[in-house]
């Protein structure tokens, strides 16, 4: 997996491997904005993602999830820093949680301080 410099890039490189579709959130599912299909949690599944920060406000933190869905579409989702946290249910965000999805890719993605060996210097 590569790493993108910015959000553009990252979306242009999962559209060229198929990932085609836009998906937004809402209550309790996602949508695809082109054709309105509701799919919920259970129905999809996160294959990676992307984080990114505005260069003069951390509070422009976007997240690019790149999804696969059980009926064989595959699409995108970004996440700006707090803009669905009071407009979708805990249970779709929670199939967003990353730490406990081994299946995940997370290369490239920000890695906690004790993964970068820092915690050899504590002791």
Do not use: C, W
Request: aromatic share 8%; net charge negative; charged share 30%.
């Amino acid at each position: 997996m590569n790493h993108f410099e910015t959000l553009t890039e990252a979306m242009e490189s999962l559209r060229e491997r198929g990932y085609t579709h836009e998906f937004t959130p809402k209550r309790d599912y996602l949508e695809e904005s082109g054709t309105g299909l509701k799919l919920k949690s259970e129905e999809i599944t996160v294959d990676e993602f992307h984080r990114f920060e505005g260069t003069s406000d951390p509070g422009d933190e976007m997240t690019l999830y790149a999804i696969s869905t059980t009926n064989g579409m595959k699409g995108v989702f970004v996440s700006a820093q707090g803009t669905y946290s009071n407009e979708v249910t805990p249970e779709l965000m929670q199939k967003f949680s990353i730490a406990e999805r081994p299946e995940t890719n997370l290369e490239g993605s920000v890695k906690p301080i004790h993964a970068l060996g820092l915690e050899a210097n504590e002791q």
